[in-house]
């Protein structure tokens, strides 16, 4: 059974960091792509950051770009995501998400399993 467990979430003021980290478990993940994701309230899911397990390419939301990295630890089958230079448009809950797909993708749909999240709030 496949699961990812989030963790690092939490309160930060503005200009702050946080590091997430999601640990993936339950199968091999080569030729997955892990992603991260948020929900802010009142809004739709979207896209943040995404990672090729395999060969490490990344790629990022527009909105996040510069600010956030996206990594992995593949001895550890984990996925982290340093945010730097938080903004109160950030607060959100951050999921971790895996999909078996060879190119990259921004969409939700895509993806086939999905951490419960964690809450990052950011106070201005």
């Known amino acids: 059974q496949v699961q990812m467990v989030e963790s690092g979430g939490g309160l930060v003021q503005a200009g702050g960091s946080l590091r997430l980290s999601c640990a993936a478990s339950g199968r091999s993940f080569s030729g997955y792509t892990l992603g991260w994701f948020r929900r802010a309230p009142g809004k739709e899911r979207e896209f943040v950051a995404g990672?090729?397990?395999?060969?490490?390419?990344?790629y990022y939301a527009d909105s996040v770009k510069g600010r956030f990295t996206i990594s992995r630890d593949n001895a550890k089958n984990t996925v982290y995501l340093q945010m730097n230079s938080l903004k109160p448009e950030d607060t959100a809950v951050y999921y971790c998400?895996?999909?078996?797909?060879?190119?990259?993708?921004?969409?939700?749909?895509?993806?086939?399993?999905w951490g419960q999240g964690t809450q990052v709030t950011v106070s201005s």
């Open positions: 990672i090729r397990w395999s060969v490490g390419s990344t």
């Open positions: 998400a895996a999909g078996y797909f060879s190119t990259y993708s921004d969409r939700g749909a895509d993806y086939d399993y």
